[in-house]
Each structure stands twice: as C-alpha cells, then as structure tokens.
C-alpha cells in the first residue's frame, strides 16, 4: 500500500455504533492494514470502536495495538501519556507498517485521532497522514429521530455542551437546529435554557445512537435530574 520510507498512519472512522455503519473503504484500510490501533479503555468494557472492528479483523492475523486516552486535564499527564500514544505508533510505522487507528464517528469530528494527528506530524512529520471519513452520531441521531437537521437556508449547530450559559443560550438562538454533544454533565443547564426560550418541547435526547444499547428520549423533560450515559447527544429543533 504504501512504498515511502515510513508507514501511512490512517484515522479510519467507523461510525457511530452499528457494525453495518462502517464504510466499504474503512472496511478495505483495517483488512489492508498491518497494525490496527484502536482506543483501550484502561479497566472495563470496550470501546465501540474496538467492538466493531472485532467483527471485521482476525486479531490473530493482525497486530493489534490498544491504545489508552488519559480522561484528565493534568497538563503533565496528558504530555506524558499522549507521547507513549505516538510513540506506540511511530514504533510500528518507522517499520514502514501502515497503521489504521480506528475511532467512533468520524476522525475528524470530535475525535481522539485530531491530537494524534497532529502530535505525529509535530514529532515525526515523515509520516503520511490520511484521513478515511466515518458515519457521525450526530447523523445517527437524525436518522433515529427521523428528524432532518437542516433543509435549503436552515442553519445547523454541533456544540460540545457547557457550563456557560450564555454561549449555549446563543447557540441555540442562531440556529435552527442544534446539537449538543457531551451533554450528559450539563443537562438541567441546557434543560433551564430551553424553558427560557420556550423550547423545551422541541428537544429529545439520545444515548449510545445505533448500538444495541441506543435509548431514545423524544422529550427530553423527562430527563431532568437524572443521570445520563456520557455518550449522550441532544438535538433541540426549532
């Protein structure tokens, strides 16, 4: 596949969590790839991303390569453990081995291979980069509602859901339809913000969107209060 120096390094996106939802090409990268790398959850169940690709890929025929994604904003332990990321590819890629790092939704949506990315190019900008795009959730979300995001002059919003008030206030004024990812820690904010503007009949929550575990929430009123599964989205339209 690849006759440079080094290995190709691909992000390929495999969807949101239906197994069906992954693309002919992401398909084609894990089988041609020497190494697949994949998000390791560092106790527990595993990641969808690594569910999926299960189906696709005979670990014993592959090189498989976990890889853990520290959930902390210590500066020093992010630097030191997304340098022991690289570096697990870059051993393989110097190798002149293609690696697919496979990830949920898109890689270039909200996804862990951006850092990855961008730190390769940084520390070894020899590597080939390629991209291969993914079914989001927030396109899953759309289909499981059966609810369009946006048509002819419609605006549409993908906003990572926050404590600051105003700018989720605004996010949902100047646009249509908007959908909030990561809404799972701030849902009574976003909740308290809909009622302000009288919108709180128009969103619905859903969590885990095409896996076998999806929930779906038409009103999302009902949720308030309660916790939610961290992989949760809103779409409020108008």
């Not at 853990?68 to 453990?81: H, N, W, Y």
């Not at 190798?95 to 520390?123: C, W």
């Not at 795009?133 to 946006?150: H, K, N, Y």
């Not at 701030?186 to 909740?191: C, G, M, P, S």
Request: one cysteine or more.
């Amino acid at each position: 596949m690849n006759t440079a120096a080094t290995g190709t390094l691909y992000g390929v996106g495999v969807g949101p969590g239906d197994p069906e939802l992954i693309t002919v090409k992401a398909y084609r990268m894990i089988q041609e790839c020497a190494v697949v790398a994949y998000p390791k959850k560092r106790r527990g169940g595993k990641s969808y991303a690594h569910e999926i690709v299960e189906l696709y890929v005979n670990p014993e025929e592959k090189e498989m390569l976990g890889l853990i994604f520290p959930m902390t904003k210590d500066p020093a332990v992010l630097e030191r453990e997304w340098n022991k990321t690289v570096l697990a590819c870059w051993e393989a890629l110097r190798q002149g081995k293609d690696v697919a790092f496979v990830t949920e939704g898109d890689p270039n949506l909200y996804s862990t291979f951006i850092h990855l990315a961008r730190l390769m190019k940084d520390l070894h900008p020899e590597v080939p980069i390629v991209s291969i795009p993914g079914i989001s959730s927030v396109l899953g979300a759309a289909a499981a509602l059966e609810l369009p995001l946006a048509d002819g002059d419609q605006q549409v919003g993908i906003i990572p859901a926050t404590e600051d008030r105003e700018a989720m206030k605004r996010a949902i004024e100047n646009h249509d339809t908007v959908v909030f990812i990561k809404v799972a820690k701030v849902l009574d904010l976003i909740l308290d913000v809909l009622d302000e503007l009288k919108l709180g009949d128009h969103a619905s929550v859903i969590a885990k969107v095409t896996s076998p575990y999806e929930m779906v929430w038409r009103n999302a009123r009902e949720l308030r209060g309660q916790e939610l599964e961290y992989l949760s989205l809103m779409v409020v339209s108008k």
